[in-house]
């Protein structure tokens, strides 16, 4: 939450003004997009850690939302809020499954 506040604040206080030079300008876009973008993984992880946070509170977090079979605690402790198996996780990356196929 912090990193999130942090990036989302310091993208709203870029400031253009008074800057008349076009490669700074250019520079100041991208640092601003920069953290927009962060921004936005950050938002996308939040609200994953949620959604785990619910699934843990309905007695469903571990399990693959897929398959219905446990996914692995290795997994699970690098990515406390994975949804998936890795296996099928790989299948969504690559495009073999779609989010909307997927069993909720």
């Keep these: 939450m912090a990193e999130y506040r942090r990036d989302a604040s310091a993208a709203h206080s870029i400031q253009e003004e008074g800057v008349e030079d076009l490669e700074e300008l250019a520079s100041l876009d991208l640092d601003r997009e920069y953290l927009y973008a962060r921004t936005e993984e950050d938002r996308e992880t939040l609200?994953?850690?949620?959604?785990?946070?619910?699934?843990?509170?309905?007695?469903?977090?571990?399990?693959?939302?897929?398959?219905?079979?446990?996914?692995?605690?290795?997994?699970?402790?690098?990515?406390?809020?994975?949804?998936?198996?890795?296996?099928?996780?790989?299948?969504?990356?690559?495009?073999?499954?779609?989010?909307?196929?997927?069993?909720?």
């Design 47 to 104: 609200r994953l850690i949620e959604e785990a946070l619910q699934r843990m509170d309905a007695g469903t977090y571990g399990f693959c939302q897929w398959s219905g079979d446990p996914i692995p605690l290795e997994r699970l402790r690098s990515i406390p809020w994975a949804r998936y198996r890795a296996d099928v996780q790989a299948k969504l990356e690559t495009g073999e499954l779609k989010e909307r196929m997927l069993r909720r």
